[in-house]
């Protein structure tokens, strides 16, 4: 490193949303080289991550699962998976309780894919029961889509059991695990996950830049000759990946560093247990605390995931949304707004390189900004 | 900065190659920040590069062009663009006379856009001519597709005349600008561009991570819900960003940091000429001390740009490519193949944070190497 960039040194606002996130200065710092696309060692790191991904998730080539990597946020992910995975002329059922289920729908939409929407109360878990009866009541449909942990409230929706009914009756089952794939331990095997798709800046701790989809080579072999994209085909990016171990298309070189060295970080945390552990700590600390200054939860505790909580809205009059997100900006603590349709709520994500008392903190810092507001109690 | 990353010190190899390029520590350094995608100083960010890259082509908003961001590699681009430019029924001419020309046709076809290839020579521009013949002949061709800086042989196509013609027969006008933007001066006003494609890691000298469009603002009017994909969409991207100045989807927050930074650095070098000055200077000095080793250019200087030069393979029998290229390696030196069809060749881009004295290094690199290997003269 020569000299400082003009903004090092100045102290980032933490951020508690649902990403991009806070990472880790050696994160960022593995940023800090420039590697030709072919070079060996580059090729290497793509390598690298490609296994440790399936690693993560148990699995392995032997286990016949594969891992492709994809430019562009996770949506560009997910929608590879939908344009390369759905044959012609098949139908798409989507599970849906939030934005990112609607989200699925509309990329299916785009792509003239038929498709039908299973909506869900966005404060519940989707149901495994209406999923089967939704498949048992049309043969058309060859495959299914599901978000895991749906940020929009926080929720975790039940992958395994709806997979079983998905396998069982024949169909692909595609699951969005975009905030949740790291941090919560999920048997793609046990949960009959044909396609899983997540993203470089979520609970891995890298910076956004590239998408990943981890399936079974059985389900990715169908891909071949399907996309409805160049730039987005699933199967075409994999078989490239396998030619030359290069991307086809400029890969975000830098952003694929520090993902390299954030799955490292993961490991020498534990592992997705380990990051687990970290993560339900900051959700218990920051819950606690939201509920003696009187916060109320937008879920249920049985439905609400340690990812990202949901709060409503103080009902006291003096309590400004816009003036309390401002204030805490100005304390360079940065949450969320909420896209839940039926309350006001707002989101404090626990993900990301935030610690226990990086919660803390917050807490304090949301007390004297409710205190500021002559907010004395926010139930 | 806390403590380096574990390759940081470490000197990278420098890339005379089309892309990814060396870069600045400066730019590199930008990104050791993390902003949240909502952070007023990074949609400030967002804000400044769109505005800069307007004013890099010499135009403004008020004169009635539009700049979108779109995530991914170049090519990413350039499928938002053909996938949300060319209207349904619309018939796409594609002007080749390399790899990617090639890849606008393949595009073109996966999206099942109408499409007809005029293949010209690889070691030729690309004839106005021709294409006004092709338009004449075929009154169902709406739009029109060419490659400015054609890579694979490193040449410079005449985008202004054929713009004048495109627009005569009032036709849509796409050219991918990928490897020229920002280094070679160019009106789009004048050259009667409605699309203009290029790559945040190529003369601007960023990092890999995304792409961005300069159009017409009426001709993207024409692209509202004409486009093929959700995530490539043109039209609704670049309504987000005028909605919140947000990108709809993650954006790569570190890249467009590190952009920012890069265009920064490019107005402090002088703007396009400048860098134009800088990369003409660095090819002047390759080409001379290449002929002198008896290196031959597989184009005629006319026909040749200064952005990246193909050579022919020395005819001498104990030249082998593959052990010329590693030994460069060796010595912290990356040239490139060729995509050329019709002859053996090697790439050597003079683009990135190259200056005149690293081409020299390069040379007697060169030189020791063809030593090295027994190569008494590289004709």
Same mark, same amino acid.
């Given at each position: ?21 806070? !990472?880790?200065?050696? $994160?960022? #710092? =593995? ?10 060692? +580059?090729? *290497? ?116 059991? !709806?997979?079983?009914? $998905?396998? #069982? =009756? ?10 949740? +794939?790291? *941090? ?60 030359n171990g290069q991307f086809r298309f400029t890969p975000p070189t ?108 917050l807490l304090k810092a949301i007390a004297s900004v409710l205190e500021e507001l002559g907010v004395e109690n926010a139930g």
């Open positions: 490193m020569t000299s400082p960039g003009k903004d090092a040194g100045k102290k980032d606002k933490l951020l508690f949303t649902p990403g991009p996130l806070t !990472t880790s200065a050696s $994160v960022k #710092e =593995a940023m800090l080289r420039d590697l030709g696309s072919r070079d060996t060692a +580059f090729i *290497a790191a793509i390598r690298a991550i490609r296994n440790s991904l399936l690693g993560l998730a148990g699995l392995s080539r032997e286990k016949g699962y594969e891992c492709v990597l994809m430019q562009g946020s996770g949506t560009f992910g997910v929608e590879s998976v939908i344009g390369s995975a759905v044959p012609p002329g098949g139908k798409l059922l989507v599970v849906i309780n939030g934005a990112y289920g609607e989200r699925i729908l509309k990329i299916a939409g785009v792509l003239g894919i038929e498709c039908e929407a299973l909506r869900c109360n966005e404060n519940r878990k989707t149901d495994p029961g209406e999923v089967a009866g939704r498949i048992g009541a049309d043969e058309s449909i060859t495959t299914v889509a599901i978000v895991h942990c749906e940020t929009t409230p926080g929720i975790i929706n039940p992958v395994e059991e !709806t997979g079983s009914i $998905v396998r #069982e =009756a024949g169909k692909t089952y595609i699951v969005d695990a975009m905030s949740s +794939f790291g *941090a919560i331990e999920l048997d793609l095997e046990a949960a009959e996950i044909d396609f899983l798709v997540s993203s470089a800046n979520k609970c891995i701790e890298g910076v956004p830049g590239f998408s990943f989809v981890i399936c079974r080579a059985g389900a990715l072999d169908h891909c071949e000759g399907q996309a409805r994209s160049l730039s987005l085909d699933l199967f075409a990016q994999w078989q490239g990946l396998e030619t830098h952003t694929l560093l520090a993902f390299e060295r954030a799955l490292e970080e993961l490991a020498e945390e534990g592992g997705v247990a380990g990051r687990a552990a970290r993560y339900s700590r900051n959700y218990d600390t920051l819950v606690a605390g939201m509920r003696e200054m009187g916060f109320v939860e937008y879920l249920a505790r049985g439905d609400q995931g340690y990812i990202i909580t949901s709060f409503r809205y103080p009902a006291h009059p003096a309590f400004d949304f816009t003036e309390f997100y401002t204030r805490l900006g100005e304390k360079d603590l940065v949450i969320y707004p909420s896209k839940v349709s039926d309350a006001d709520c707002f989101r404090i994500g626990n993900i990301g390189r935030i610690q226990e008392s990086d919660v803390r903190n």
